[in-house]
């Protein structure tokens, strides 16, 4: 059960963010400001994480409040970039372009997530070996696709309106509206900053502090970085109030479970199994968001979202079929090291024993006194 404890938490992670993404456009569309939306969603988290990490460690409560100046900047950083900067690109690319398109969009963070750890070192390229070219193939078709979904918007897919060759004509003359292209650029940026918090929560985690109290950190932080740029930006007061029980219900789902959960189970996962291994979950976003999209919420998926997903989806596992090979070739180096070091100690404990046995001197007693 303990090795399945991985793949259960990140299939709840992502059908909790598919029902924040739904939840969420449907409070937009109902006039809510996404930036406000932002601030209320980090301070409901932060009353519910803080409370469970300051009982989880009240034994070592000063470790987990005096981080030190280096702890304190990097949570800080990781705060700005991966919780208030993903969110508020994320959820006005949202509000911009469709729950579906931004779900599929999240897709490209192992690309660049690649890209990234490939330029500081994290990853390994080998020009020579197949899997490393997969992985520069399957980043290229991530990022064509994510073109193709913010410039090629298409026709409704479940539209009569193609023709005999309407296909080429989607391509050539159906491009997409300016919101639908500034909201996909958005949602690049949103999958940009995710996959640098990925990245920055290894040093963190191993170096800093546990994933319960990087997440109560995160988002307490969070909360004070959103409340002070959305006051700037949006100085109507009016913009602050909820109109209803549903936008309520939305918000506390969005910072108990959408913030205050997901971060701790991806904090964790990533603690256990590496940033790649929490982002090959993605697809299953999209897959649940896009079927109760278009039942629920009435979004018609267009052509280009369609081809562009699945280019997105496909260039996704085929960077994870290069990542599989590392991952691969660091467990082989493993055992061999580890038989390698049972050798050793069996040598050493088979020297140990025949010293043991010997019981009489190999030369003879040439005292004197004893003749």
């Given at each position: 059960m303990e090795e399945h404890k991985p793949l259960v938490a990140m299939?709840?992670?992502?059908?909790?963010?598919?029902?924040?993404?739904l939840?969420?456009?449907?409070?937009?569309?109902?006039?809510?400001?996404?930036?406000?939306?932002?601030?209320?969603?980090?301070?409901?988290?932060?009353?519910?994480?803080?409370?469970?990490?300051?009982?989880?460690?009240?034994?070592?409560?000063?470790?987990?409040?005096?981080?030190?100046?280096?702890?304190?900047?990097?949570?800080?950083?990781?705060?700005?970039?991966?919780?208030?900067?993903?969110?508020?690109?994320?959820?006005?690319?949202?509000?911009?372009?469709?729950?579906?398109?931004?779900?599929?969009?999240?897709?490209?963070?192992?690309?660049?997530?690649?890209?990234?750890?490939?330029?500081?070192?994290?990853?390994?390229?080998?020009?020579?070996?197949?899997?490393?070219?997969?992985k520069i193939f399957g980043t290229a078709v991530c990022v064509g696709g994510a073109m193709v979904m913010a410039f090629f918007k298409g026709p409704q897919l479940l539209h009569d309106s193609l023709g005999a060759g309407g296909l080429y004509d989607v391509l050539l003359h159906s491009p997409a509206s300016r919101n639908w292209v500034i909201g996909a650029l958005l949602l690049v940026g949103s999958s940009s900053c995710w996959s640098l918090w990925l990245i920055l929560q290894v040093p963190i985690c191993k170096s800093y502090v546990d994933p319960l109290t990087l997440s109560a950190w995160m988002c307490f932080l969070s909360m004070g970085q959103?409340?002070?740029?959305?006051?700037?930006?949006?100085?109507?007061?009016?913009?602050?109030?909820?109109?209803?029980?549903?936008?309520?219900?939305?918000?506390?789902?969005?910072?108990?479970?959408?913030?205050?959960?997901?971060?701790?189970?991806?904090?964790?996962?990533?603690?256990?199994?590496?940033?790649?291994?929490?982002a090959m979950f993605n697809p299953l976003c999209t897959v649940i968001t896009t079927v109760v999209a278009t039942v629920v919420l009435h979004e018609h998926p267009h052509v280009g979202s369609l081809l562009g997903a699945v280019a997105v989806v496909a260039g996704l596992y085929i960077v994870l079929w290069g990542k599989a090979g590392d991952d691969k070739s660091q467990r082989v180096a493993v055992a061999v090291d580890t038989v390698d070091l049972e050798k050793t100690l069996a040598r050493s404990e088979s020297q140990l024993d025949a010293a043991d046995t010997i019981t009489e001197p190999l030369l003879a007693d040439s005292n004197p006194t004893e003749k």
């Open positions: 299939v709840v992670v992502q059908c909790i963010y598919s029902g924040m993404a939840w969420a456009k449907a409070m937009f569309s109902g006039g809510m400001s996404p930036m406000v939306f932002v601030v209320y969603r980090q301070a409901i988290a932060t009353l519910v994480l803080v409370p469970i990490a300051v009982l989880a460690n009240r034994k070592r409560l000063k470790e987990m409040v005096c981080i030190g100046p280096t702890g304190f900047a990097l949570v800080f950083v990781a705060s700005l970039v991966g919780a208030t900067t993903n969110q508020y690109l994320y959820y006005t690319g949202l509000q911009l372009g469709s729950s579906s398109m931004a779900t599929a969009m999240t897709n490209l963070i192992p690309a660049i997530t690649f890209v990234m750890a490939t330029s500081v070192g994290l990853e390994s390229v080998e020009m020579r070996k197949p899997r490393s070219m997969a959103s409340a002070l740029l959305t006051s700037f930006a949006v100085p109507d007061l009016d913009a602050w109030k909820i109109h209803s029980l549903f936008e309520v219900m939305g918000l506390v789902f969005a910072g108990a479970v959408g913030s205050g959960v997901t971060f701790y189970l991806q904090s964790w996962c990533i603690t256990v199994r590496g940033p790649l291994y929490s």
